[in-house]
């Protein structure tokens, strides 16, 4: 079946939908070293239990100046006129272009981290609310979390690798990854903070990264136990 689709500023994709025989992989078995903990950011896409920060650019960011110009231009203008439709025409274009660079990103990021791990956990967070903290800047839906999380689930999947969603009100981001003590409350505020009972030094995000990790293991080897003894 081929679709066919004009996108609003006049050009025209094809899309192919064919049927074709695959094998089912082999089941990986993640390990401690060959799984990845992943946590949302605003500040930098994701943050990895390792400490690697994905940090795209920020597009419609960057082009907020050309938009503003564009939309003065356009403000200025008599709607329906040869140079109005042409302003039209550039504001329509800049978008498509800051889409096109969002899914290249994220289509290569993802490949990436699922070439090269055995099993992702993430926070099972309704993409929703992570995108409305007030208290972080940026914008997840801007920056493509809900599509970057599809793209690994079914590129993990093709190669028989699980990926593994945590329960989303988990507190990740307060427990001490070094001994499990839970505290209270850690201000979004602040980048890293100190376990009052074993004195580990925790950068926050990086932190709950690793707590995400952990549960996630112990969550996919129960569910494991729980299959083999059914």
């Keep these: 079946r081929v679709t066919v689709e004009k996108t609003r500023s006049g050009k025209f994709y094809c899309y192919i939908l064919y049927e074709y025989e695959v094998k089912t992989p082999e089941p ?20 990895a239990d390792s400490g690697e920060m994905a940090d795209p650019p920020r597009w419609l960011k960057q082009s907020q100046e050309k938009l503003a110009k564009i939309q003065k231009r356009l403000n200025r203008m008599e709607p329906g006129s040869k140079n109005y439709q042409e302003a039209v025409q550039k504001y329509r274009e800049l978008h498509e272009h800051i889409a096109n660079q969002r ?13 090269g ?88 995000e990086v932190n709950a990264a690793k707590n995400i990790k952990a549960q996630g293991l112990a969550q996919y080897f129960h569910s494991q136990e729980l299959r083999e003894s059914a």
């Design 28 to 47: 990986a078995i993640p390990t401690q070293e060959t799984a990845l903990g992943l946590k949302y950011s605003m500040g930098h896409f994701y943050v």
């Design 117 to 204: 791990w055995d099993a992702v956990c993430m926070r099972a967070a309704s993409i929703q609310d992570v995108s409305t903290k007030k208290v972080l800047p940026g914008n997840a839906l801007d920056a493509g979390f809900g599509m970057f999380r599809e793209c690994l689930r079914y590129k993990l999947a093709r190669q028989g690798k699980p990926l593994i969603l945590v329960g989303r009100y988990g507190p990740t981001t307060r427990s001490c990854s070094a001994c499990g003590a839970v505290q209270d409350s850690v201000s979004y505020k602040r980048r890293t903070w100190v376990c009052p009972r074993c004195g580990a030094v925790h950068d926050r």
């Design 103 to 115: 899914r290249d990103f994220i289509h290569k990021e993802s490949s990436r981290i699922a070439n």
